[in-house]
């Protein structure tokens, strides 16, 4: 029997992913905003989970991947989602097809699982890219997802990046080669000298693969004095 506040406060809505109608609670988290099919589609990562990278393991430790390449600049990664067919379905969209709106329900579920994993950081920023990509795409996707964050966790968010050097899509590369082909892609955003210094920052980007690209950022912050880098994506 559905709750009694359910019955009174549910009306026709519309899915924040997809757009479809059905009937939701206006109280209700992210989750119970989501139409039946959306949520059956996403895979959400539970606990127990990789200590370092997020990924579903057996247990809270470390996976085999962060044992043999563990990064000492990069303390921990918390990811929501496993990234299956639909998930990348819809981070296509986000991406490549101007479907901008997504940048709210996903950065909500992103800050639910940070705050919820214990992470306090201090400021909030992103992975940037590089100008000629941000002008072919018109935007930063793990910029938006950042600013989604930030405003619910009330924190502030600073450009405190910047891509010097561009890189090929990443997909197809091994991780040694993704980590050369990064290795100097990233330096300290002249306005944030100084402001880095003795804090605990967040890095937000799209999708978790190797953890290459989070990497870089993590060393260029603690570099600059950061007192602990610690990174959230939607996807891992």
Same mark, same amino acid.
């Given at each position: 029997?559905?709750?009694?506040?359910?019955?009174?406060?549910?009306?026709?809505?519309?899915?924040?992913?997809?757009?479809?109608?059905?009937?939701?609670?206006?109280?209700?988290?992210?989750?119970?905003?989501?139409?039946?099919?959306?949520?059956?589609?996403?895979?959400?990562?539970?606990?127990?989970?990789?200590?370092?990278?997020?990924?579903?393991?057996?247990?809270?430790?470390?996976?085999?991947?962060?044992?043999?390449?563990?990064?000492?600049?990069?303390?921990?990664?918390? %990811?929501?989602?496993?990234?299956? %067919?639909?998930?990348?379905?819809?981070?296509?969209?986000?991406?490549?097809?101007?479907?901008?709106?997504?940048?709210?329900?996903?950065?909500?579920?992103?800050?639910?699982?940070?705050?919820? %994993?214990?992470?306090?950081?201090?400021?909030?920023?992103?992975?940037?890219?590089?100008?000629?990509?941000?002008?072919?795409?018109?935007?930063?996707?793990?910029?938006?997802?950042?600013?989604?964050?930030?405003?619910?966790?009330?924190?502030?968010?600073?450009?405190?990046?910047?891509?010097?050097?561009?890189?090929?899509?990443?997909?197809?590369?091994?991780?040694?080669?993704?980590?050369?082909?990064?290795?100097?892609?990233?330096?300290?955003?002249?306005?944030?000298?100084?402001?880095?210094?003795?804090?605990?920052?967040?890095?937000?980007?799209?999708?978790?693969?190797?953890?290459?690209?989070?990497?870089?950022?993590?060393?260029?912050?603690?570099?600059?004095?950061?007192?602990?880098?610690?990174?959230?994506?939607?996807?891992?």
């Amino acid at each position: 029997m559905r709750k009694w506040w359910e019955k009174w406060f549910a009306n026709p809505g519309f899915c924040p992913l997809c757009g479809s109608v059905h009937s939701t609670s206006n109280w209700g988290d992210i989750w119970d905003r989501l139409c039946p099919s959306c949520k059956a589609r996403l895979h959400r990562i539970r606990p127990p989970c990789c200590s370092l990278c997020g990924r579903s393991w057996t247990s809270p430790s470390l996976c085999g991947d962060c044992l043999r390449h563990r990064s000492r600049d990069l303390e921990r990664n918390v %990811a929501v989602l496993r990234y299956t %067919a639909y998930p990348k379905e819809l981070m296509r969209l986000f991406k490549y097809r101007g479907r901008e709106v997504l940048a709210e329900p996903l950065g909500e579920m992103m800050a639910e699982v940070l705050f919820e %994993a214990g992470i306090r950081p201090e400021v909030v920023t992103y992975v940037p890219l590089h100008p000629d990509r941000m002008r072919q795409r018109g935007f930063n996707q793990s910029e938006l997802l950042a600013r989604q964050v930030a405003r619910r966790l009330n924190l502030p968010l600073r450009s405190a990046l910047q891509r010097i050097r561009p890189t090929l899509p990443q997909s197809r590369r091994s991780r040694w080669e993704r980590m050369g082909a990064l290795s100097g892609a990233f330096r300290l955003n002249p306005r944030s000298v100084g402001a880095v210094v003795d804090k605990r920052w967040l890095v937000v980007d799209d999708v978790y693969t190797t953890g290459s690209t989070l990497v870089e950022c993590a060393k260029t912050l603690k570099r600059a004095g950061a007192k602990q880098v610690c990174s959230l994506t939607w996807a891992r």
